[in-house]
């Protein structure tokens, strides 16, 4: 981490968690998290829960994600959610481009960019994820691959330096327990930090670019200590209010 961002926690709840069991959880981790005043704090709750976990977190510090979004404005578009939808019911961030949606629902680079492109102007905040196969980082292609993904989206983020987020997700280290070591991740986060740096200036200083990938309390202090590492966004253990909620007592921690 470095003092220049404050860290970003973020839980993917992913499929897990209904209205009820959600608003148990959201209201735990707005509770356990409410002393750590220098990280800001992001639950992402499925579809179905958003609207009631909205009104859960009223008064606290933590902020609403959704998981997903339709790039258009309303229409005829099946079972999809619009921009003006979630933030009318104080969603102000919003997952994107996640390697689950890239792998099991066809989002190709081009999709995710058009994602992008409607939250930026939408005013929702997106967390643009990024991250190799096993295959590709095993043939040596990660950086190709993870600068392939970025180029697709970084102008489009340019507009507002620091606005959106990025999250290095290598796919091998998603919900296997298979952590990516503090090298393996502090290298591709330099490489996205030099691409932001690129842009200019301001985008590579205020651009928070988190982990993903089996983080958890026990390999989090490592983690966040990289130079690049700004945060994380958290599966498995975003689904315990203890479990997520140290690994955001680690990152206020480390920003003191
Ligand atoms: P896990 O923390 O379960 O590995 O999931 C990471 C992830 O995909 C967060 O978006």
Redesign the pocket.
Known sequence: MNQARRPLIAG?W?MNHGAASGVQLASDVARTTAAFGSVDVVVAPPFSALWKVADALQGSRVELSAQNMHPKASGAFTGEVAPGMLLEIGCKWV?LG???RRAMFGESDAVVAEKVKAAMDAGIRPIV?VGETLDERERGDTLNVVKRQLNAFLSIIADKPGFAAI?Y?PVW????GKVATTAEAQEVHAMIRASLAAIGPAMAEKTRILY?????PKNADGLLREPDIDGG??????LKAEDFSKVAETAQKIAG
Do not use: D, P, V, Y
């Open positions: 993917n992913k997952i996640h390697s689950e994820c999250a997700e280290a998603i919900g296997t993903g990938g089996s983080l958890s966004l958290i599966g498995g253990a975003s």
